[in-house]
């Protein structure tokens, strides 16, 4: 069985990395591939030996939580979620502004010993209510020999909390009769929490919008139906449908589920009405429909009504496998993504081996007298260093690109297949069913005496999509089984320079072979039971939607509606969210190579004095991540 499974309470790229490691350590499991921006696990398992209780017990046990009730509304569990954080941040920020008005003395409280106290109660407020699941996380990691971004935030604000604790107490008998001047940082301590919270608070708003082209899906769904008992009509909800119940569907209704129409009248004709499947198809004219035809779930008739009876429900209509093969494919990992995994892993231990090393080095060479700006330069180390903006700089483009592909009527079933488009430099097509349309007014046993042209016309644009593709720089070959007129005149119509006439399945599985052999990256477009061969063996398959059901299954890429010039534009898109991808990367390593030596002190050797301080650290890790997922939500809008 497989099944995306929300997740409760990741925050970076160690979080999901550390969830997939447990998952995948589980017996039962098969694979399990987590999504930090998708909020969700994708989980092949053998319920023979393993529940999703069991998931949600081991998951618990390291501080996060799985979903797995289906009354649950996860949209309601992340709603809670999101008030809660806002509602911490801004309690965060009051204890802030309290703290700062305290520390910076613009609030005389009469001694300096006061001041301190003082700071220290809100400091101490702050970590146990709005901090809290900071501390609480990590100490479930290091249970599990674990750790991720919490971590590093419980060890900075625990170290700046207790160094500025026993100098409010013990300050002047330690340090002042050593003639060393101490300070407190209680300001520090809030600051990175409040910090923190807001890059998190920040990032959820942004990452809603790389989910959204799952949520319109989702909201193509209706919630009730008219359902036939007799000579009555009742409203019901859509939950209570059962396969066999006739339904009745009204102009401007969304068609219920999935079914078999068994009377239609409007207007226009007085035995069929026509529905809008643009939303489905992508096609832009209404479709007819009479008695016998197929309906699908969430489209709307534009004209006339009629009667249907239901025969995919629930999780088996169109609709649903559509949403569910999105949320799979945005919940898959790109090759890249798994080698940035491993480095989230191993990347909070290094931070916090670097962090230790500052302080040392601080302190040999500086003495005693330097211990406090040791801490401190180790305690901005640990803030700065945030591994989120790596983890989300792959995954965020990918949910963007996936889910712009899907609006346009383009399922991609893996996060691979997206990937590896961009390489492809030669395209192997099928031509009836995939480049051509048969004449429906053409009697066909009499085809043979009518011309070419008045037998079967070519696809939407067709011939602009085979030209688009080469001038890009692929190769496109045709393949048909056509005589050698028929397949020459076709080829030019489509503009395309390398076509094969009278061929076999095997023969496009051999031209395949061929390609590659030559070196070259192979996509195979077909829609066809003679078709799946070639594209089982091709480096990426792309069917077309409305083929045969085994051509879609073999396929890594589906279109669903019959406009051709949807392939250059998946190529464009592959293009551009990896351009993307390597972009978000480039940026993400570049901050924490700059960064971390900054917030070491580093610029002190060549004698300057300046360094990142804790709190400017927790600003800059904020909008590092936030930028990320603001520069991978510019593909929704680039042209």
Not at 120 to 138: E, P
Not at 583 to 606: K, M, R, S, T
Request: hydrophobic share 45%.
């Amino acid at each position: 069985m497989k099944q995306t499974i929300p997740v409760i309470g990741m925050a970076c790229a160690s979080c999901s990395a550390n969830i997939e490691r447990k998952l995948n350590e589980l017996d039962g499991i098969n694979e399990a591939s987590v999504s930090l921006p998708g909020r969700s696990a994708l989980v092949d398992y053998d319920p023979e030996k393993i529940s999703l209780e069991k998931m949600k017990s081991e998951i618990n046990g390291i501080g996060y939580d799985l979903v797995i009730d289906k009354q649950t509304s996860v949209e309601e569990v992340e709603k809670r979620a999101y008030t809660l954080l806002k509602r911490k941040t801004l309690l965060s920020w009051v204890f802030s502004v309290a703290v700062m008005c305290v520390s910076m003395q613009w609030i005389n409280l009469g001694s300096r010993d006061i001041s301190n106290q003082v700071s220290l109660l809100i400091a101490l407020a702050n970590m146990l209510y709005c901090g809290r699941q900071f501390y609480v996380t990590s100490w479930k990691q290091l249970l599990h020999g674990t750790a991720n971004m919490d971590t590093l935030v419980a060890l900075s604000t625990g170290i700046a909390f207790l160094f500025s604790t026993f100098n409010t107490f013990w300050g002047d008998a330690v340090w002042a009769s050593r003639g060393i001047v101490w300070h407190t940082y209680f300001d520090a301590s809030v600051m990175i929490i409040t910090f923190v919270l807001t890059g998190r608070l920040m990032e959820e708003k942004a990452k809603d919008g790389t989910a959204s082209s799952i949520r319109q899906m989702m909201g193509m769904a209706p919630k009730t139906a008219h359902i036939v008992d007799g000579d009555k009509i009742e409203e019901v909800p859509i939950s209570t449908i059962e396969v066999g119940d006739v339904l009745e569907v009204r102009p401007g209704e969304k068609v219920p589920v999935d079914g078999e129409v068994i009377s239609a009248e409007s207007f226009m004709t007085p035995d069929a009405a026509y529905v809008d499947e643009s939303m489905i198809t992508g096609e832009p004219t209404p479709a007819e429909k009479k008695k016998g035809s197929k309906v699908l779930a969430g489209t709307i008739p534009s004209q006339g009504k009629f009667r249907m009876k239901a025969r995919q429900i629930g999780e088996d209509t169109a609709l649903a496998h559509i949403i569910r093969m999105v949320q799979e494919a945005q919940g898959s990992k790109a090759p890249v993504q798994r080698i940035v995994d491993k480095a989230a892993l191993i990347f909070v231990p290094v931070v916090a081996c670097i962090a230790l090393i500052t302080f040392l080095l601080w302190w040999i060479i500086g003495g005693n007298a330097y211990l406090p700006q040791a801490i401190i330069s180790a305690v901005a180390v640990l803030v700065i260093a945030c591994p989120c903006a790596m983890g989300l700089a792959t995954p965020t483009a990918l949910m963007v690109g996936i889910g712009r592909a899907a609006q346009r009527q383009i399922l991609i079933k893996d996060a691979a297949a997206l990937e590896s488009l961009r390489k492809v430099n030669a395209l192997v097509t099928d031509k009836t069913g995939t480049l051509t349309i048969p004449n429906k007014d053409v009697d066909f046993t009499k085809a043979d005496n009518l011309p070419l042209e008045s037998r079967e016309h070519l696809k939407p644009n067709a011939r602009q999509a085979m030209e688009a593709l080469q001038k890009s720089g692929i190769e496109v070959y045709m393949m048909s089984g056509d005589k050698e007129e028929a397949a020459h005149y076709w080829a030019e119509k489509a503009g395309i320079k390398h076509y094969h006439s009278k061929v076999m399945p095997q023969d496009k599985e051999n031209l395949v072979k061929d390609l590659q052999s030559k070196g070259k990256f192979v996509a195979m477009v077909g829609d066809g039971i003679n078709d799946t061969q070639a594209l089982a063996l091709a480096d990426v398959s792309i069917a077309i939607g409305k083929g045969t059901d085994v051509a879609m299954d073999v396929a890594q890429i589906t279109l669903m509606g019959d406009d051709l010039s949807a392939i250059p534009e998946a190529v464009r898109l592959s293009r551009h969210t990896v351009h993307m991808i390597w972009e978000n990367l480039f940026w993400a390593f570049i901050y924490n190579i700059v960064c971390i030596p900054l917030a070491a002190g580093l610029l002190y050797v060549f004698g300057i004095d300046w360094q990142i301080t804790p709190s400017w650290a927790s600003a800059l890790m904020a909008f590092s991540s936030v930028s990320v997922v603001l520069n991978s939500l510019r593909l929704r809008w680039s042209k």
